[in-house]
């Protein structure tokens, strides 16, 4: 099996956590190397990996064929150009870029160079929204009118990391946990016509955006996103309703959680929901009303890099492309500018 040689720009919670451990588990993939500035903790977990002190030496090493750019999110749109420059592939961590002409000019680069450029969105690959789709695609709910998605935390208590907290390009809830909603509607319902955003900074001392409320308005139905750190008790994660009944699921994915404990990928029960996890289905069936519990699939973000994989090695398309991303950014500025001006803005 052909080996893709795998380097890492951060190795912070998304490398520990989100990436190292699906590379170094799939057979197709080898954890080479990790750009670490100045201690070398990778190398403490994974003894065989290359520790380099710059992101200039590591792109110059031509054994490299993928780069992860996990870094903070300003700094996207700039390690991505300059790996595809050096005839690298490249994964991206959300949010893609923090505007569209950043989006757009990777998006055209990526063509230029013949390489795969993807966005990393791992939450496509939760249990709860693998559900999700798996109701929408088999058209259970009839036709969907609304739908309302949701990301909530309650965490009063501000990033350590300064970067997050700081007013850049890219700071805030929308670009953070923004990106994930807006990936899941785009995916189970395409772009919308317009967009309506509202945006708040709302915990103390805050200097970023920390509450988020979307509306996505299509031509036959309206989908809602909401994410905020002021949510104590957990309201269902994605509300559906449709002409046959409604479907609700709570967010409950484990993975983030068994990742951060130590736990690492390939068991059987791998990405397996709790049992009170499961969502509720009401539908009308040969006109009697039918409600029951539908228990949640099996996630598993280990199937994210099976289509890095494929798009790499075997010319397949990969699993979250670049245009998947530069749809998100443009829902993102949308939405900065509809708060900004409070209005609808149309989607071009």
């Known amino acids: 099996m052909q080996k893709i040689n795998t380097a890492i720009c951060s ?3 998304s490398g520990k956590v989100f990436h190292s451990p699906f590379i170094s588990r799939h057979p197709g993939f080898n954890l080479y190397a990790v750009w670490e500035r100045s201690n070398q903790i990778a190398k403490e977990i994974y003894p065989d990996v290359i520790s380099y002190s710059s992101f200039e030496d590591m792109l110059a090493d031509k054994a490299i064929d993928l780069i992860i750019v996990n870094t903070p999110n300003y700094t996207h749109y700039e390690f991505a150009k300059q790996a595809l420059h050096a005839q690298k592939h490249v994964v991206v961590e959300k949010p893609f870029t923090v505007n569209v002409n950043e989006a757009e000019e990777l998006v055209a680069l990526a063509k230029k160079q013949r390489r795969i450029l993807s966005p990393f969105q791992n939450r496509r690959y939760d249990s709860d929204f693998k559900t999700v789709k798996k109701i929408v695609d088999e058209g259970i709910l009839g036709e969907i009118v609304e739908a309302e998605f949701h ?6 208590i501000l990033s350590h990391k300064e970067h997050k907290e700081t007013p850049r390009a890219g700071a805030g809830i929308l670009h953070d946990l923004g990106p994930h909603l ?3 509607a785009l995916h189970l319902f395409g772009m919308p016509e317009s967009v309506f955003g509202c945006l708040r900074t709302l915990r103390p001392s805050s200097r970023v955006n920390d509450y988020l409320d979307i509306l996505l308005f299509y031509p036959a139905k309206t989908v809602r996103l909401k994410s905020g750190y002021i949510i104590k008790e957990a309201v269902p994660s994605f509300v559906l309703h449709g002409f046959n009944g409604s479907f609700l699921k709570p967010r409950a994915d484990v993975q983030e959680d068994i990742l951060q404990a130590g736990a690492m990928p390939g068991s059987p029960d791998w990405g397996t ?8 289905l009401n539908v009308n069936h040969n006109g009697e009303t039918v409600r029951e519990f539908v228990p949640s699939l099996q996630g598993n973000y280990m199937e994210y890099y099976d289509g890095i994989y494929e798009a790499i090695v075997n010319n397949g398309p990969p699993p979250i492309s670049a245009e998947d991303g530069l749809k998100v950014m443009k829902i993102i500025e949308a939405a900065q500018e509809s708060d900004k001006h409070k209005m609808i803005i149309e989607i071009k």
């Open 273 to 280: 929901a709790p049992e009170g996890a499961k969502g509720i």
């Open 151 to 156: 990301y909530d935390r309650y965490n009063l």
């Open 11 to 13: 190795f912070g919670l």
């Open 182 to 184: 807006i990936d899941q």
